[in-house]
């Protein structure tokens, strides 16, 4: 831990109380330059922090912000976001990721940032998210197994972001397959799932999750078809306690998955999908098929059965629901 | 193509007269100076190249380098190694290319190195290939197809080295399920492909391989295992031509397989296939068995028929011959 985040963490300790300058120094063993350096840094970083002569400093308030020091405190994970790197600003998280990873950083490793300029949804789409509204965030998984394997991880994430802001939210997010997150029928959340891979087995995976929390308007092209936390439920919504949340959801599926297979997480994955037992359209790049959507079998595949009884499985597409 | 290509390609046409400095420059358009400039560059990257007062220059000789100007100069391809980058000396093709993929490098973009120091065989085992004396480079592809689709193409790599090697050589090296080159039984050639995908598509592949042709010897502690074109058939081998029959393979294979299924390149891969119909012993990491080798399946997996007459499909393992 740093300094500052050592001067942080016995602010927010003392709380509401102050902690004398000396003290500070005394515990942290630096000096009382240093330790009004880091105060100072601090409120550049917009925690609020009230200095009293004779008394000491105090917290008055902790910025929205999805500072390490934050999303590290009071997690609750054994390795999914251990390692934390934030940026004010990314082209992309799915990118600084990919590229962390390439240089060996380990599994768990977190990616957050305030702002993209090139965040991208699935086959190349954009995704909209103003500065500071919502979370913007990759993980690195390093799992030991074949590329075939791997779509069930976007699976996963659908149910750990889903389960992660009913819990914090009270808002349940139904998932459209294969990985969208609906309230009101309008997407709160994208998931984009990349991968580095031999033929026998994958170096490494990146999961990046876009989730629109705070945001209070959306630009006219998209506004009927994307929501936010706060559109959706009428309050703002803590970004720190989703972020965390999640982290920890994430890991306890992940871990069921390596443990025990997909099984347990697809049953998770069905209770809160919206799309099956209706009738559907799905379109892929090359043809568009009807039928009623049955079931996702065990590879994350929707079963269709189109209109003359037949059984097809569907690895990719999209998916509207249609009137019978 | 570059004055310099345009240069080598006249004395190369002129072959076995001399062509004046007064012709190179009105047919290329370049000032004596620049003609002599180029002459130098050439002559520094190995090119024979004599020179007479009043009669010009003459092209005596090639150097064996897998130039990009000499790799196209009469490449048979449509798509595959249209576009060449060269490197003295890299750390592995495979990262080379991954990097130029990522920055938007167009399928069949080949790269090649005469020096590889961190070059990798697949689950990160090295490969060994000392100065100029085999042939190390990848091809960047953009199938569109998804991740779980990609093993075959390095079965098919390995049905297009072992062609072109017998074409140019004489040699028919035999192939070790998955795809490992043998000849003598020791290996000549690796190949590693590694994919960046979604879950739902590839972004791109990277087709690395390693063959070794005209390498004297290998280091003791390989010796038994590895050996080259030039060691097995007693002759050296040019790797340009090798390297430009493997790229005209290669399309064919690939075009092939895109145009119907992985079906005609098995059926390939099979008569080449030494394990075949063989009582073998398969390592993965967690396990052992043995049996016989009966088929490899659609998806490129080694089917296994077991003492108790189970078949186990095998993804990944290493094979071993035994003897009954």
Redesign the interface.
């Given at each position: 831990m740093s300094k500052k985040a050592e001067i942080l963490k016995l602010l927010k300790n003392s709380r509401p109380e102050y902690v004398s300058g000396e003290d500070i120094c005394q515990k942290i063993n630096i000096s009382r330059t240093a330790v009004w350096k880091h105060i100072n840094t601090l409120r550049e970083e917009g925690y609020g922090i009230d200095a009293v002569p004779h008394r000491g400093y105090r917290l008055l308030s902790v910025p929205d912000r999805l500072y390490p020091d934050e999303i590290i405190d009071g997690l609750d994970t054994s390795f999914v976001g251990k390692a934390v790197y934030f940026h004010d600003s990314l082209i992309s998280t799915n990118r600084e990721a990919r590229d962390l990873a390439l240089g060996g950083a380990c599994g768990g490793t977190l990616v957050v940032t305030e702002e993209q300029d090139g965040g991208r949804g699935?086959?190349g789409r954009g995704w909209y998210s103003p500065r500071g509204s919502g979370i913007l965030c990759s993980l690195i998984l390093r799992p030991d197994i074949?590329?075939?394997q791997?779509?069930p991880?976007?699976m996963l994430t659908a149910v750990a972001v889903s389960s992660a802001v009913e819990k914090v939210s009270g808002l349940a997010p139904g998932i459209k397959w294969?990985n969208d997150l609906l309230l009101d029928g309008k997407k709160i959340c994208g998931i984009?799932?990349?991968?580095?891979?031999?033929?026998?087995?994958i170096?490494f995976l990146v999961v990046g999750v876009g989730l629109n929390i705070n945001t209070d308007h959306f630009p006219e092209e998209i506004k009927d078809v994307a929501t936010s936390l706060y559109l959706a439920g009428g309050s703002l919504v803590s970004r720190l306690d989703v972020l965390r949340q999640y982290l920890k959801e994430f890991e306890h599926y992940y871990q069921q998955w390596m443990e025990y297979g997909f099984g347990p997480v697809l049953d998770e994955w069905k209770k809160r999908c919206v799309n099956l037992n209706r009738p559907v359209r799905i379109s892929t790049p090359r043809e568009a098929w009807e039928g009623w959507a049955v079931d996702v079998d065990s590879a994350g595949a929707l079963v269709l059965r189109t209109d003359d009884g037949e059984l097809r499985h569907f690895?990719?597409g999209e998916v509207s629901l249609r009137t019978v």
């Open positions: 699935r086959m074949e590329p075939g791997a779509p991880v976007t294969p984009l799932t990349e991968m580095n891979a031999e033929m026998e087995r170096n690895v990719a």
